[in-house]
T-cell receptor
């Protein structure tokens, strides 16, 4: 079985400061990893995904994430946040060999950017 | 513009009542999914469909039913057997099903179900 753990349920940060949202995963098989963002009362939007190749993945809105296989982590980073980045962020994985596109989600991290 | 629509935005259910949540996509995607979101628990898969006239149970299918009679539509019925239905329900779709798992899932805006 696989699981995703987001280590912080809430992350407050000031505008223009850097931020890191932490995600660890557990899986006995190879994985694909995703970060989604959810604005209040809306659906989820893909920020970025790691499938293979370079372990540093760049996404939309200036976000990037680094896949670390030895530490089973996929932390999301942004060097300078804006008020508009306030949202909930979800890390998710797809386990290799699964016969359909099932995603396992973490519990979510609420990022609040203060002026 | 292509996308996923869900209706209604808010839905109220009375005790013992079945209610149906609508999900329509015009992305020409083969696969569709229903998730339930509860605060602090992330998203959990209820049902998924890889192709028309076929669907499979996800992790928390008890008390729910679905149909997939058309490629673009995947309605979810919350039955009276679902004892704790209050949640935010999200529909998603992806271009192809299958083993790759590489396909991005696109999400609708969600339906919030409340119990009276």
């Amino acid at each position: 079985a696989q699981s995703v753990t987001q280590l912080d349920s809430q992350v407050p940060v000031f505008e223009e400061a850097p931020v890191e949202l932490r995600c660890n995963y557990s899986s006995s098989v190879s994985v694909y990893l995703f970060w989604y963002v959810q604005y209040p009362n809306q659906g989820l939007q893909l920020l970025l995904k790691y499938l293979s190749g370079s372990t540093l993945v760049k996404g939309i809105n200036g976000f990037e994430a680094e896949f670390n296989k030895s530490q089973t982590s996929f932390h999301l980073r942004k060097p300078s946040v804006h008020i508009s980045d306030t949202a909930e962020y979800f890390c998710a994985l797809h386990a290799g060999g699964t016969s359909y596109g099932k995603l396992t989600f973490g519990q979510g991290t609420i990022l609040t950017v203060h002026p | 513009d292509g996308g996923i629509t869900q209706s209604p935005k808010y839905l109220f259910r009375k005790e013992g009542q079945n209610v149906t949540l609508s999900c329509e996509q015009n992305l020409n995607h083969d696969a569709m999914y229903w998730y339930r979101q509860d605060p602090g628990q992330g998203l959990r898969l209820i049902y998924y469909s890889q192709i028309v006239n076929d669907f499979q149970k996800g992790d928390i299918a008890e008390g729910y039913s679905v149909s997939r009679e058309k490629k673009e539509s995947f309605p979810l019925t919350v039955t009276s057997a679902q004892k704790n239905p209050t949640a935010f329900y999200l529909c998603a779709s992806s271009r192809t099903p299958g083993r790759t798992g590489q396909e991005t899932q696109y999400f609708g805006p969600g339906t919030r179900l409340l119990v009276l």
